[in-house]
């Protein structure tokens, strides 16, 4: 653990000090509007300082995944215009861990991990206790509900004798994406009959009844779905200019992703959705 911390240590040091130079700060307003989406133009220069970010913590993230990281992709789920980026992982059961960094004021926070030590791994100034599992870039969700519009995703993963699953909804607090778990539920079963043997519902971070999580997840699995198809590039599209345990693959993914990215503008007819 010791060797594990000191190379974690000095990638960090490297990291921390030459990320993303030159990047502006984001745009301050995200749509807050019911009936229309309207997003602020992206940062200039993001994707450049989403590549420095992973150029210069390729050592970190081969610490934390010695056999290499599974996806990139880019995905604006704060809706402040600028996409972040979602690292999926190779997954240890049903489901990939799914990373979540998000850029400002030239700096690159890791807000969501699946993974306990990422926090002390990259900054932990924005890290959330929301992690989330997915094995698409299409799970991530552009609805529009009663509060407005948000990307949401129903994070899920399971084992022979568990399974839960949690809708998180994504908001922008002081202009960072702040994963928020909205509802969650949890099953355990006897691995022979498949027999329900303990359900727990949890909504808003409180345990309650599944009346109350049904109606909780219903308001997102009801909302109007934009139909935006979020994108992003696996490795096994290219399992040889993609070997994520080495640098040069590591980021020609990463740069797949960038190339793969579509703004939500390009891509949504917001007016037809409008009523
Ligand atoms: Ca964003």
Redesign the pocket.
Known sequence: MRALSAVLTAALVICMTAVCAGVPALAADASDANQTLELPQPVDGWQDGYLSFLENCFDIFSALWPDGVSGFGFI?????G???LAVFDQGTSAAMGVHLFDLQDDWVYCVSSELDSAAGAFSPDHMTDVSVCANFFESFRLCRTGDGWCFWVDSANGTMETAWDEIIRFDDVDGI?TPVSVCARYLQSDPETGAVAQEDYIVGGEETDQAAFQEAADAFLDAQDAGYEARGVFRWNDMDAYDTTTYDGFLALAQAAVDAYEPIVDTVTIASLAP
């Open positions: 604006d789920l704060d809706l402040d600028t996409p972040e994406l």
